[in-house]
């Protein structure tokens, strides 16, 4: 939900610019000014870029200076906070009503019902910023502590390093609601099988702290020997212990970007295929072995010697164990390939999840990696349009067809069953990500 929030309000105030939205509650202290933060491998799948936290400040990491200056002083005001305030609001209110006919083992059988969505908050924010000139000054001012463990190791894994310098946070705490209800002869959030009557209602809410980091800006850090600098506008070829760019391509760059990252995955037995679907499967379902895996893999690519994998969940002991038994430059490889899908299965939602796996019930994947492969084909990338695809990419059978359709609309492309289709505005990387999640599981299941 936290995500839902940080997103909708980078996108109300920087819907074109660099503002970065925090996706995480636990993780906001971490994203405040002065803060040292990595940028994760970049994919084409992400709209904006994606950091991580390193537990450290800039000030952490800087000799004293001559005058034993605080940091506090390079704020505006003294305290970091901008004397503007913003607030936001947002609320909606969907209801449906509708039934729907279909077959079942020769049985026929109709469901009728309704459904409501109603969500809405209000947000005062503020802006707390280090002006960059001062920045500049700190510079000639105090140095990088070459010496210092974290500097060292970044160093040795040539991990780039950035400082957040602006952040967007609530100025008072504040409040965001969703509620869910539904009614009728059929309740149900997705294509399950059974029917019931009766009425289900769903609220889920979450309360955001005061001084809560929301969204934040970050500048590259540049280091040699002991002075450091700036990287307003890097290179592609410019790196933090050198002395980032990015050019996001349609299918053909995705097409190569997924092929270098997953296609280990077809290198493995079949027996490690199930063992690494049934994971994958398993953390689909279950945010908190969604977390523990990627945390897990994280590790592994950023420890420069051996890393224990260890779990208390069954679901993931087979994975890890067959992973903790890999030579290391196997163990790297496979890693980032899981670290790389888990990505792409982090921007759907979590209906969309719910939906693949039924596809990979079903076993649909395949096919529908084929439709989203023709949607890419067409420029979702800029602006509105109307195109049409081949009908035949769609199943036959009606109730796979009401599955992928819903599935693709949730990545923003509104899909018939003739072909014809339209996308909403920046829809590519949105069925970018569900590409890359389809080819995966596609690999994983072994299906063609």
């Known amino acids: ?27 906001h ?8 933060v990595r940028r994760k491998k970049k994919a084409i799948f992400r709209s904006s870029p994606c950091y991580k936290r390193t537990w450290y400040t800039l000030d952490d990491v800087l000799l004293p200076g001559e005058d034993d200056k605080s940091t506090e002083s390079l704020f505006p005001h003294g305290g970091g906070q901008d004397s503007s305030q913003y607030t936001i609001k947002k609320s909606a209110r969907d209801r449906v009503d509708g039934s729907l006919s279909f077959c079942v083992n020769s049985t026929s059988i109709e469901l009728k019902g309704a459904a409501s969505l109603s969500k809405g908050w209000s947000i005062k924010l503020e802006k707390s910023h280090i002006p960059v000139p001062k920045l500049e000054a700190l510079k000639t001012e105090r140095k990088i502590n070459v010496n210092h463990s974290f500097i060292q190791q970044l160093k040795k894994i040539q991990q780039d390093l950035y400082v957040v ?24 959030q997705l294509f399950a099988k059974f029917c019931a009557k009766g009425t289900r209602e769903n609220k889920q809410s979450i309360t955001i702290p005061k001084s809560c980091t929301l969204a934040f800006r970050a500048i590259q850090l540049g280091i040699t020997d002991g002075s450091w600098d700036l990287y307003y506008f890097p290179k592609e070829n410019e790196s933090t212990f050198v002395s980032d760019g990015f050019s996001q391509g349609q299918l053909g760059a995705l097409e190569k970007e997924v092929k270098e990252n997953c296609q280990i995955f077809s290198m493995l037995s079949s027996n490690l295929l199930v ?17 523990e895996l990627t945390q897990k893999m994280e590790a592994v690519l950023d420890e420069t010697g051996s890393c224990e994998l260890k779990t208390e969940s069954p679901d ?14 196997l163990l790297l490889k496979l890693a980032e390939a899981i670290a790389y899908a888990l990505d792409a299965l982090d921007e759907l939602t979590e209906y969309q999840l719910l939906l693949l796996l039924e596809s990979l019930e079903k076993k649909i994947v395949s096919q529908q990696l084929k439709l ?3 949607i890419l084909e067409h420029d979702t990338e800029h602006g509105n349009g109307h195109f049409s695809m081949d009908a035949s990419l769609l199943s036959s059978q009606e109730e796979e067809q009401k599955l992928t359709i819903a599935m693709v609309e949730m990545s923003g492309v509104k899909l018939q069953k003739d072909g014809s289709a339209v996308w909403t505005q920046e829809a590519f990387s949105a069925v970018a990500a569900l590409y890359v999640s ?4 596609d690999l994983l299941s072994n299906s063609h």
């Open 1 to 27: 939900m936290f995500k839902r929030v940080t997103q909708s309000v980078v996108n109300q105030m920087d819907p074109r610019g660099d503002l970065v939205p925090v996706r995480s509650i636990l993780d």
């Open 29 to 36: 202290e971490h994203f405040r000014p002065l803060c040292l």
């Open 165 to 188: 310098h602006e952040a967007i946070e609530t100025s008072e705490e504040a409040s965001y609601e969703e509620s869910t209800e539904a009614e009728g002869s059929f309740v149900t």
């Open 275 to 291: 063992i690494f679907l049934k994971a994958i499967k398993a953390v689909m379902r279950d945010r908190n072995l969604f977390e």
């Open 316 to 329: 993931l002991k087979d994975l890890l164990s067959s992973l903790q038994g890999s030579p290391r430059h």
């Open 372 to 374: 989203v492969k023709s």
């Open 438 to 441: 389809l080819y995966t599981l």
